[in-house]
């Protein structure tokens, strides 16, 4: 069974960081490019970073570009995105997804984590 994970959510100051990962079970983690995605109340799902399956290349929305971070421990099967600087504006439900195309494009995902939650706020 084909299984992702986040953790790593929470309530955070701003200016503060966090660390979600997204760990994989049922597959080869290394077989797919992994996005992280996030969606706030009213908006819609987000495209925030990528990673492709060697780790070689990574892409990030500007909202996020030179305070998020991603990575990957194929030999962990898990994938990182560090989070620093956060503001209230990060506040979302954050999704880890796997597909077989690095893209900011939610579409190109088959498979997706049920979500962690981060929360900036003083």
């Known amino acids: 069974q084909l299984q992702l994970v986040e953790s790593g959510g929470g309530l955070v100051q701003p200016g503060g960081s966090l660390r979600l990962s997204c760990a994989a079970s049922g597959f080869r983690l290394d077989s797919y490019a992994i996005g992280w995605f996030r969606q706030a109340p009213g908006k819609e799902r987000e495209g925030i970073s990528y990673i492709s399956r060697s780790g070689g290349s990574t892409n990030y929305a500007d909202s996020v570009k030179g305070r998020f971070t991603i990575s990957r421990d194929n030999a962990k099967i898990t994938v990182y995105l560090q989070m620093n600087s956060l503001k209230p504006e990060d506040t979302a439900v954050y999704y880890c997804?796997?597909?077989?195309?690095?893209?900011?494009?939610?579409?190109?995902?088959?498979?997706w984590g049920q979500g962690t939650q981060v929360t900036v706020s003083s």
């Open positions: 997804a796997a597909g077989p195309l690095t893209t900011l494009q939610a579409a190109w995902y088959a498979y």
